[in-house]
C-alpha cells in the first residue's frame, strides 16, 4: 500500500528545460525599476531616479487596474448591500467561567431577538471546569450563529478584547453580555437602535438585582438602594440620560478599538476605566431606559466580600492610573475600613468607636426600614449585607493605595523605538 502524499509536484516534459539552467548574460538584464539607485541616468526604458515609493507619487492606479463599466455597475449593488449588512451586524460576547448552570439560559435570552442582523454570539470560555464549555459546544452544533472561543487571559476584559480582534470585522457593534444576569426579549437590537437614535459611542443599562433564599435576597435589597449603591445612576435612573459611568451594553466597534479597548491588567473595575478613557477621547455614553437586566448578587457573605475587595482595589487602580477623582458616594465608604480599625484602640481612647458605631448603626437601621417596607423579614439582613460590601470595598482600595506605595520603582529601559522616535 502507497503511503499517502504530503505534498504536490508539478508535472513537467523530461526533456523540458529551465531559465536556471541557462548561462546568464547580464548585458540582458532588465533594470530595477523604481529600486533605490545612486548611478546617473542610462536612458534605459522604466529606470526612474527616485527612491521608492516616491517614484510612485505620480502614478494614479486607476489607469493601471481598471474593470470594465457593465462589471462595475453590477458589481455596485452587492457592495452596497454588504456595506449595509456591516452596519447592521453586531458581534455578541459572553465572558464565560464555570457557568454550566446558567450560561444555556444567558444564550436563550440574547438570541430570542427577532431584530437582529446575521448576529454571532461568542462565548469566550476563561477555561471553565463544569462543563460549561460542553454545553456552550452542543448548543453551537445546533445554531450556527453561537460559537466558542477559548480565553486564554481568563479575565473578562481579556475575552471581550479577544472576541473584538478576532471577529469583529465586518460587524458596527459589539456587545457585552455577562453572565449573571437576566436579558429582555429584544435587548440588542433595542441596544443598537439606541446608539443609532442618539449618535452615542456607547450605551448603557439599568439593572435591578433579584435574590434567592434570605442572604441574597437582603443583598438584592441593598444593592436596589442608596445604601448599597449611593444611588448609582444605573441602579436608580427612572429615565435616559447621558452619564460617565454605567453597566457596559453595548460599543460602535470602532470607538471600542479607537481607545485600544480594555485594559486587560484590570480584573475588575475595567468599565468604569474604559468609560473614562472614553469620554477623554470624546465618546458619549448614553444610559438608557428602554431595556432593564436582571442582575443576580452573591449567595454567601465570603463571596460577597471577596467581591467588594476586589472591587475596591479597581477603583483604586483607575484612580492611580488616570489621577481620577472620586465621587462623593464612592469617597464615604473609605471612612469605613479606617472607622473599624480604630476600634482595636477604643478601650483606651473611647471617641476612636463613635465612627465605627455611628456607621453601624445607620446601616442596620436602614436595613430594617427596607424591610418594613418590603413586608418581607428576609430584608432586614440588607443592614449587614450593606456594611460588608462597605468594608470590604474600603478595604481593598486602601490595600491597593499601600500595595502600590510600597512598591519599589523600576524604571523602565529606554527602547530602540524610542531612541529612534526622539532621532
Known amino acids: 500500500m502507497s503511503e499517502p502524499k504530503t505534498h504536490i509536484e508539478p508535472q513537467v516534459p523530461p526533456d523540458a528545460e529551465f531559465l536556471e539552467d541557462r548561462p546568464r548574460?547580464?548585458?540582458?538584464?532588465?533594470p530595477r525599476s523604481f529600486a533605490p539607485r545612486q548611478a546617473a541616468r542610462t536612458d534605459r526604458p522604466g529606470e526612474a531616479l527616485a527612491r521608492w515609493p516616491a517614484a510612485w507619487d505620480g502614478l494614479d492606479p486607476a489607469r493601471f487596474i481598471r474593470l470594465p463599466r457593465a462589471e462595475l455597475a453590477a458589481a455596485a449593488p452587492a457592495v452596497a448591500a454588504e456595506t449595509a449588512l456591516a452596519e447592521d451586524r453586531a458581534l455578541i460576547v459572553i465572558p464565560c467561567l464555570n457557568e454550566a448552570p446558567i450560561i444555556a439560559r444567558v444564550i436563550a435570552q440574547v438570541l430570542a431577538d427577532d431584530g437582529l442582523v446575521d448576529p454571532v454570539v461568542l462565548v469566550a470560555d476563561g477555561g471553565s471546569t463544569d462543563g460549561s464549555r460542553a454545553i456552550v459546544a452542543e448548543i453551537a452544533q445546533r445554531d450556527p450563529r453561537v460559537r466558542l472561543m477559548a480565553n486564554?487571559?481568563?479575565?473578562?476584559?481579556?475575552?471581550?478584547?479577544?472576541?473584538?480582534?478576532?471577529?469583529?470585522?465586518?460587524?458596527?457593534?459589539?456587545?457585552?453580555?455577562?453572565?449573571?444576569?437576566?436579558?429582555?426579549?429584544?435587548?440588542?437590537?433595542?441596544?443598537?437602535?439606541?446608539a443609532r437614535r442618539t449618535g452615542a459611542?456607547?450605551?448603557?443599562?439599568?439593572?435591578?438585582?433579584?435574590?434567592?433564599?434570605?442572604?441574597?435576597?437582603?443583598?438584592?435589597?441593598?444593592?436596589?438602594?442608596?445604601?448599597?449603591?449611593?444611588?448609582a445612576a444605573h441602579r436608580a435612573a427612572p429615565k435616559g440620560q447621558w452619564v460617565d459611568h454605567g453597566h457596559h451594553a453595548l460599543f460602535r466597534l470602532q470607538a471600542f478599538e479607537a481607545v485600544g479597548g480594555y485594559d486587560e491588567d484590570f480584573s475588575h473595575n475595567e468599565d468604569?476605566?474604559?468609560?473614562?478613557?472614553?469620554?477623554?477621547?470624546?465618546?458619549?455614553i448614553w444610559l438608557t431606559d428602554k431595556v432593564r437586566i436582571g442582575y443576580h448578587p452573591r449567595a454567601t457573605a465570603a463571596a460577597l466580600a471577596r467581591q467588594y475587595f476586589s472591587y475596591g482595589k479597581g477603583r483604586a487602580r483607575t484612580v492611580l492610573k488616570h489621577a481620577a477623582p472620586l465621587k462623593y458616594?464612592?469617597?464615604?465608604?473609605?471612612?469605613?475600613?479606617?472607622?473599624?480599625?480604630?476600634?482595636?484602640?477604643?478601650?483606651?481612647?473611647?471617641?476612636?468607636?463613635?465612627?465605627?458605631?455611628?456607621?453601624?448603626?445607620?446601616?442596620?437601621?436602614?436595613?430594617?426600614?427596607?424591610?418594613?417596607?418590603?413586608?418581607?423579614?428576609?430584608?432586614?439582613?440588607?443592614?449587614?449585607?450593606?456594611?460588608?460590601?462597605?468594608?470590604?470595598?474600603?478595604?481593598?482600595?486602601?490595600?491597593?493605595?499601600?500595595?502600590?506605595?510600597?512598591?519599589?520603582?523600576?524604571?523602565?529601559?529606554?527602547?530602540?523605538?524610542a531612541r529612534m522616535a526622539a532621532e
Open 25 to 30: 548574460r547580464r548585458e540582458l538584464d532588465e
Open 152 to 194: 486564554p487571559g481568563r479575565l473578562q476584559s481579556a475575552g471581550v478584547n479577544l472576541a473584538a480582534r478576532l471577529m469583529g470585522e465586518g460587524r458596527a457593534w459589539l456587545v457585552r453580555v455577562d453572565a449573571h444576569a437576566d436579558y429582555p426579549p429584544r435587548y440588542a437590537s433595542t441596544l443598537i437602535a439606541e
Open 201 to 231: 459611542a456607547a450605551v448603557v443599562v439599568a439593572m435591578d438585582t433579584h435574590g434567592e433564599g434570605a442572604f441574597q435576597t437582603a443583598v438584592a435589597a441593598a444593592q436596589n438602594s442608596r445604601l448599597g449603591t449611593g444611588g
Open 272 to 284: 468604569a476605566e474604559f468609560d473614562l478613557r472614553l469620554r477623554r477621547d470624546g465618546g458619549e
Open 329 to 417: 458616594r464612592q469617597a464615604l465608604p473609605l471612612a469605613v475600613a479606617p472607622a473599624v480599625l480604630s476600634l482595636a484602640a477604643a478601650a483606651l481612647i473611647w471617641p476612636l468607636a463613635v465612627p465605627a458605631l455611628v456607621w453601624a448603626s445607620v446601616s442596620l437601621a436602614y436595613g430594617l426600614a427596607l424591610a418594613a417596607r418590603a413586608r418581607d423579614a428576609r430584608v432586614a439582613l440588607a443592614g449587614p449585607a450593606a456594611m460588608i460590601m462597605h468594608l470590604a470595598w474600603s478595604a481593598g482600595f486602601w490595600a491597593q493605595l499601600l500595595s502600590q506605595a510600597l512598591e519599589p520603582r523600576v524604571e523602565a529601559p529606554e527602547t530602540r523605538f
